[in-house]
């Protein structure tokens, strides 16, 4: 249940990073972060598999890159319904697709570090 809470938390993170860095990409609290993270969790896991699911043949031929565009479309598609979370632009939620996938990966190379000394 913690892991469950600090995923959570260090993803609300990361959206706020990202809304920091990249223009068109606005997070206007915390909260809004967090909810936007459940948000966008739950599209994901419904829309997005399906979405990746039927784009899969595209996605080996393009060697999963295609799946950023995916992620690009479920990030502005949330945006639409969460208050204080807004994706102006296609190219604020590509780059923002794009740098949510780095700044994950980042997390992922620190927690098996951590995960290591431990």
């Known amino acids: 249940m913690l892991r469950l ?3 959570w938390i260090l993803n609300a993170v990361a959206l ?3 809304a920091h860095f990249v223009e068109g ?6 909260v809004s972060a967090l909810i936007a993270v459940v948000v966008i969790g739950l599209l994901n896991a419904t829309l997005g598999l399906l979405l990746k ?5 595209l996605g080996i031929l393009t060697f999963g890159l295609f799946f950023l565009v995916i992620n690009a479309v479920i990030l502005w598609f949330s ?3 969460v208050p204080g979370f807004a994706v102006t632009t296609w190219k604020a939620a590509f780059l923002g697709a794009l740098a949510l996938a ?6 992922g190379f620190v927690g098996k570090a951590v ?3 431990s």
Do not use: A
């Open 16 to 18: 706020l990073l990202v």
């Open 115 to 117: 995960k290591r000394q």
């Open 25 to 30: 990409f606005n997070v206007s609290s915390f």
């Open 5 to 7: 809470l600090l995923h």
């Open 53 to 57: 699911i039927i784009t899969l043949p």
């Open 79 to 81: 945006s639409k319904f």
């Open 102 to 107: 780095v700044i994950h990966m980042l997390f």
